[in-house]
């Protein structure tokens, strides 16, 4: 399977910041998902990121907040914007590769925000 | 909408005891089952799969069967080890829904196994 890779692995920011995470896949993939994973929570999914098209946002995540760029078939980026406590969370992302409806996870970015 | 039901945790085991997590689920197509299990301070792998009714799938000595008729997906396995210590998600993703092919996850079990 496709073995993706994350960066930062942690960070801790300010409040009212922004931080950008990078996700990287070492194939080309045609479909990449970001996921947050609240402490102690399930993981809800945020955007579905497609190569050469605008991400696709789920119910209740907004692009001013966060931002996602997919400039080609392996790389994706995040951005957390204007940060408060509450976005305090492992963020993941996610590739389809194998075959459909089978997706695979990057090791995750553990933000905390003070 | 979809939605996953999964037995509540924590769940604590001794060594070499047999295991069930339960996962119930509610699609309103054809969905493919998921187990996903997260180890300490790592990200989420997927254990094991099934696309259609009657499907069994099994990885890592864990076996989980696609029951329509009860809509359930429970992860079993018959002796336990210390290094199966983590935390185990059931998923579904609605293969009806073509190129919206987000999964739905249930909350999460967390499972810890005693020498």
């Known amino acids: 399977s496709a073995v993706i890779s994350q960066k930062p692995s942690r960070d801790i920011c300010q409040r009212g910041t922004s931080l950008t995470i990078q996700c990287q896949v070492d194939?080309?993939?045609?479909?990449m998902f970001w996921y947050r994973q609240q402490p102690g929570q399930s993981l809800t999914l945020i955007a579905t990121a497609n190569q050469g098209s605008e991400a696709t946002y789920e119910s209740g995540f907004v692009i001013d907040k966060f931002p996602i760029s997919r400039p080609n078939l392996t790389f994706s980026t995040l951005t957390v914007s204007n940060m408060s406590p509450e976005d305090s969370s492992i963020y993941l992302c996610s590739v389809r590769d194998r075959g459909p409806y089978e997706q695979y996870f990057g090791p995750g970015t553990r933000l905390t925000v003070t | 909408g979809n939605s996953v039901t999964q037995m509540e945790g924590p769940v604590t085991l001794s060594e070499e005891a047999f295991l069930t997590i339960n996962c119930t689920y509610t699609a309103t197509g054809y969905p493919s089952l998921f187990w996903y299990v997260q180890y300490p301070g790592e990200g989420l792998q997927l254990l094991l799969k099934?696309?259609?009714?009657?499907d069994k799938g099994s990885n890592k000595g864990f076996e989980a069967t696609y029951r329509k008729e009860t809509t359930s997906f429970h992860l079993e396995k018959g002796s336990v080890q210390v290094s199966d210590s983590a935390v185990y998600f059931c998923?579904?993703?609605?293969?009806?829904?073509?190129?919206?092919?987000?999964?739905?996850f249930g909350t999460g079990t967390r499972l810890t196994i005693i020498p």
């Open positions: 099934a696309t259609k009714a009657d």
């Open positions: 998923a579904l993703s609605d293969r009806s829904n073509f190129g919206n092919e987000k999964l739905t």
């Open positions: 194939s080309q993939v045609t479909m």
